[in-house]
Structure formats: structure tokens, C-alpha cells
């Protein structure tokens, strides 16, 4: 229960309207939002607001529904909605069949604060004023985002699954950034507001900005130190091009054929760990299936995929749901890894990272990441917000941002060392149901980062 609303009941409630069997998922999301750009407070958001979602078989067919309405007619419609979905897309042969989760136990975890969930509008004007401060002492401006949550997900089935969760999250970014457009990032994430630090962000986005004129970098391999920002983009896109059961299944996946085999240096050490103490947790899928951790590379070797019910089934060959389906039914892009963690090194930091590199590349963040191929974990992207060289071993002079075309898999076959502070780099949805996931690992020193030219 949060603030008296029963998510649990709601779900019963709905599934008494269901004919045959049926999923119903409550999702009730409490949050604070607060913008501002130029050292100002430019937008705030408060949301209190729950849907219903309601997936029907018919024959083994799914069909959905979705509602925001939450009294008797809204509920009787929305299932008789999903139902008529159902039965079209039986007679229609465009789904396959599937059956739903079985009842299963749920481990509890630590993912909700009672602080955080009091949603205090005041700890917002606080934060801001804060990095506003900061970020000024440098005679900059500050960008960004400061945000809090509680997300209740309540799950009632006909095939007996009950199952309640309550998490809460909180994160900050900020872009320090001068009259000319050069700037510098920082961000802070975790499942409590006492997990930021406004201050340390702040100075983070400070000191990356650059102050001197940023020099132009001819295309070619460079040697890099990838800061744990840069290094979460590249695997939250692994995760969708290799570790995507679906996209295994059916060979369109990065490592389809490749399981049991070097993918990455021995370092590497890759895993979906839901019980971690820095990331995001949760106790159960979009199915009802529990959370649980599974290692996806370890030692370099490729030792698996996450799983939906739906990509078990189409793979095959005794796979089962590992926990990973970010919508009842599976949704079609597949099954996600939404709390990965990368093990980390020996390094006490960047400083270390950057010895070795007599001329490389420092990379901050990456920006506008997009797929390329996703059977060779082929991306396309740009730096931003604080790409430096990196000369004699210590990060000097300001590059201009570089376009980089690179795999996933290739750059951390290249890994030659990562720091052993880790920091959660978090992904939040700001424009639709709150969903908050993040990646866990530290920085990283590959002797090869392919860019591939200047952006403008």
C-alpha cells in the first residue's frame, strides 16, 4: 500500500472482470520532477498516476489493453478490450500462443526508502540551489535534471501469481556549461535521494568542462579512458544487441553462435545482478517471474542470454525465463538486462588508467548512440561534454566532440585495465510510465576506440 492506494486490491479487482486467463498488471507511479537550464528552475512536474494493464488469452493468444480509469465500468471495459484483442489475434494467426508465469516466491530487497518516497518538494529546491552554487563558482551555467519516485507494481493472474512491489529511485545530471557551448557532465543516481550527492555532481560537471580552445582529431584508433558514463551507454546497448534472448533465438543477436567462447578480454566479468547493493532492484519481471541474478560474461567467455517466457520459447532446447520481461507477454523487441554489473579492476583510478597512453583519447559521455548492426554490436555515436587528449600518460588539452563508429564486443576485447570503484550510470523514462534501470561499473582502458570523424 503507498499513501492508502491498494495496487494489490485494484489488480483483483480487474481480474474479476477477466474471461478466461488473464494478466493484470497495476502500475501506480508517485514522482518530482524539477528542469532547469542557466542556473534556473525552468519546469517541475508532480505525478500521482496509476494504469491498468490487462493482457488476455485466447487459445494461448495474447491480446492487451490499457486503462487509467480505475472505478468498475473503466475496468470492465479495459478487460473486455483485451479479450476482443485476444480472439482477433487468434482467428487473425499474428501472435503465438504463450501461457502465463506460474506462482513463484519473491525474494524482498532493500529498493524502497521511506525518505525518498515522502517526495518533498523541498529537497528539490534544495539540490538545485545547491549545484547552482557550485557550478557558478566556476563562472559557468548549470543544465540539467534533479528527479525522485515510487513506483508500486501490483500483478494478479488467473494462473494464481500475487505479487506486489514497491521501489523508489532518484537521480541528478548536470551540464556545466559557458557562453560558447563548452561544457563539462556530471550525474549521481540510486534507490534513495541520500544516495546523491548535488555537491559532487556539481563539481564532476565543473571540472569536465574545458576552458581552453578544443583541438580538432583526425579519424583513426586511438588508445582511450572511458569514464563509467561512457562505459554504461556501451552496455546498455549490449544488452540490446547481444544479451536479447530473442534476438539470440532467432540469430539476429551479437552473440548468436558465440556462446562459450572469448568475446572480450579475461577481465571482463558481466552480469544482470538485481540483489547488488549499487544498483536498482526489483523482485520480480513484467511476467511474475522472479528476479535473480545470471553471469553473461565471465572471464571474456560468453556464458548466456536473458530470457522473456516468449524468447524461451521461441529458442528452445529446455530455455527458460531468467526474470528479464519488460512487458506482460514479452514485448516484441525482446527480453532487457535491466540491472548490469560490470566487475572492476585494479585501477585506482582514471589517473592510473591514463599512464600507460603516451597519445590517446578521455571520453566523459557518450551522445546520440545509435545501432549500426546488431549482430557485430555495431554502434555509431558522439563524445560529449568533456573529451580530452590524453598525452604522457595525463589527460591534457580539450578535444573537439569525435564521431565514433565501433562494436561493443571489440572495444572490450581491447580492455586492458578498469578502475575498482564502480558508480551506477541510471536510464530514467521521463516521457512515459517511470521505469528506472542503470548499469553498475567502473571506468575503463581500451588500447583501441575507432572515430570515425569531427562533429560539427
Not at 526508502?113 to 529537497?123: I, P, S, Y
Request: net charge negative; with cysteine; proline share 5%.
Amino acid at each position: 500500500m503507498s499513501n492508502g492506494f491498494d495496487a494489490a486490491a485494484l489488480a483483483r479487482q480487474a481480474l474479476a472482470f477477466c474471461e478466461g486467463d488473464a494478466h493484470v498488471t497495476v502500475t501506480h507511479e508517485r514522482s518530482l520532477l524539477s528542469r532547469f537550464a542557466r542556473s534556473r528552475p525552468t519546469q517541475a512536474t508532480d505525478v500521482d498516476d496509476t494504469d491498468v494493464d490487462i493482457l488476455c488469452l485466447a487459445d494461448g493468444v495474447p491480446g492487451w489493453a490499457t486503462t487509467n480509469g480505475l472505478d468498475e465500468d473503466a475496468l470492465r471495459e479495459c478487460a473486455r478490450r483485451a479479450r476482443a484483442s485476444a480472439e482477433a489475434a487468434a482467428r487473425l494467426g499474428t501472435e503465438e500462443p504463450m501461457s502465463l508465469a506460474p506462482p513463484a516466491a519473491y525474494r524482498t530487497h532493500d529498493g524502497w526508502d521511506a525518505e525518498t518516497a515522502q517526495l518533498d518538494a523541498r529537497v528539490a529546491g534544495e539540490a538545485l540551489a545547491t549545484i547552482f552554487e557550485v557550478v557558478e563558482t566556476g563562472g559557468l551555467e548549470a543544465f540539467g535534471v534533479w528527479t525522485a519516485g515510487e513506483v508500486t507494481t501490483a500483478i494478479a493472474t488467473s494462473a494464481g501469481v500475487t505479487a506486489v512491489d514497491r521501489v523508489t529511485d532518484a537521480a541528478v545530471k548536470v551540464v556545466a556549461r559557458d557562453d560558447e557551448g563548452r561544457s563539462g557532465w556530471g550525474a549521481g543516481a540510486g534507490s534513495a535521494i541520500g544516495d546523491l550527492d548535488p555537491v559532487d555532481v556539481a563539481v564532476r560537471a565543473l571540472a569536465a568542462a574545458p576552458r581552453d580552445p578544443a583541438l580538432s582529431l583526425e579519424p583513426g584508433e586511438y588508445p582511450v579512458v572511458l569514464a563509467p558514463d561512457a562505459v554504461g551507454e556501451l552496455l546498455e546497448f549490449l544488452g540490446q544487441t547481444a544479451l536479447n534472448g530473442l534476438l539470440h533465438a532467432e540469430g539476429r543477436g551479437a552473440l548468436s553462435g558465440a556462446l562459450g567462447t572469448r568475446v572480450a578480454a579475461p577481465s571482463i566479468n558481466l552480469a544482470d545482478s538485481p540483489r547488488y547493493i549499487r544498483t536498482l532492484p526489483r523482485a520480480f519481471d513484467a511476467d511474475g517471474t522472479p528476479k535473480a541474478p545470471i553471469a553473461l560474461i565471465q572471464d571474456g567467455i560468453a556464458n548466456a542470454v536473458v530470457h522473456d517466457r516468449r524468447s524461451a520459447a521461441r529458442a528452445g532446447d529446455g530455455a527458460v525465463s531468467t526474470g528479464h520481461a519488460i512487458a506482460p507477454g514479452g514485448a516484441p523487441s525482446g527480453p532487457h538486462a535491466t540491472n548490469l554489473v560490470l566487475g572492476g579492476g585494479g585501477a585506482s583510478g582514471i589517473a592510473e588508467l591514463c599512464k600507460p597512453i603516451e597519445r590517446g583519447l578521455f571520453v566523459t559521455r557518450l551522445w546520440y548512440v545509435n545501432v549500426v548492426d546488431g549482430r557485430r554490436s555495431l554502434l555509431t555515436g558522439t563524445t560529449r561534454d568533456g573529451t580530452y587528449m590524453i598525452e604522457n600518460g595525463r589527460v591534457s588539452r580539450p578535444v573537439k566532440d569525435v564521431r565514433f563508429t565501433d562494436s561493443v564486443l571489440r572495444i572490450l576485447s581491447a580492455t586492458e585495465a578498469l578502475t575498482a570503484t564502480q558508480r551506477l550510470v541510471c536510464d530514467l523514462q521521463f516521457y512515459r510510465r517511470r521505469f528506472a534501470s542503470g548499469v553498475v561499473c567502473p571506468a575503463l582502458r581500451a588500447h583501441s576506440f575507432r572515430v570515425t570523424g569531427q562533429t560539427v
